[in-house]
């Protein structure tokens, strides 16, 4: 349980959330990250770092739905596909050097896929492998629930690998990935260890939450528009792949 939550930490959580949202992530695996790193018990990361997602990934769903990004046959079945596999991950109990593993691993692959560039001239236009996408869902849903993540930052990098859509339509389906996820990973995490840990994990890291609204909400309203997308891109991935290999060095 957190006794008094760090001032750093809370910026931490801010950064993480204005950065994420911008490109239509919740930053559920920094945040998971960064409190394995503060030393916090680590049953507890997956209910804090579910409950941030949601805070942030809702309302950017919310506003992409309304501005007509979101294609929504397509989404909804890699949503449907992943959903129920990150339910069933959510269930499994893992040690804690495994999540920690598993966690580092998982950030630092990430942070290399978002780092390759894709040639302006080409995005919007689907490679052979794009069709191949659906099969992919619900193996990322598993891992998701199993580490307590959205799996945003694990389809995204996909769908620009394989020019599923444009990167506004992209971010628009890592957002409902990442909230329909959240939701069910979590409801897997709650029925393994209990609404009584939820609600400590929760009471704890009130000023973390307050912290990833307005990170999350000054994200989605102005971090595009301030700094080039590129630009906010390689920022998330150098973030991501520092936190990843401090977790890998500690595991």
């Not at 129920?84 to 630092?108: D, Q």
Request: proline content about 6%; charged content about 5%; glycine content about 14%.
């Amino acid at each position: 349980m957190i006794g008094a939550v760090p001032v750093l930490l809370a910026v931490g959580f801010f950064v993480t959330a204005l950065l994420y949202a911008s490109v239509g992530f919740g930053g559920g695996s920094t945040y998971s990250a960064l409190l394995a790193l503060s030393g916090l018990d680590y049953r507890l990361l997956p209910l804090v770092s579910l409950a941030c997602n949601i805070v942030v990934v809702a309302g950017a769903s919310i506003r992409f739905a309304r501005a007509g990004i979101t294609l929504w046959k397509p989404a909804l079945v890699l949503v449907g596909l992943a959903a129920p596999a990150s339910f069933v991950g959510g269930l499994i109990p893992i040690g804690r050097e495994t999540f920690l593993a598993l966690l580092g691993a998982s950030l630092v692959l990430t942070s290399l896929t978002m780092l390759i560039p894709v040639a302006k001239e080409l995005v919007g236009s689907p490679t052979r492998l794009a069709r191949w996408v659906p099969f992919v869902a619900p193996p990322l849903g598993f891992l998701a629930g199993l580490v307590g993540i959205g799996g945003g930052i694990f389809l995204a990098p996909l769908l620009h690998l394989v020019r599923w859509q444009g990167p506004r339509a992209i971010a628009a389906t890592a957002s409902l990935f990442i909230l329909v996820n959240s939701l069910f990973g979590l409801a897997g995490q709650l029925l393994k260890s209990g609404p009584g840990l939820m609600g400590q994990a929760i009471g704890a890291a009130l000023p973390l939450l307050l912290a990833v609204v307005i990170g999350g909400q000054v994200g989605s309203l102005l971090a595009v528009r301030l700094l080039p997308l590129h630009w906010i891109r390689w920022l998330t991935a150098v973030l991501v792949l520092v936190v990843g290999v401090r977790l890998l060095a500690g595991a």
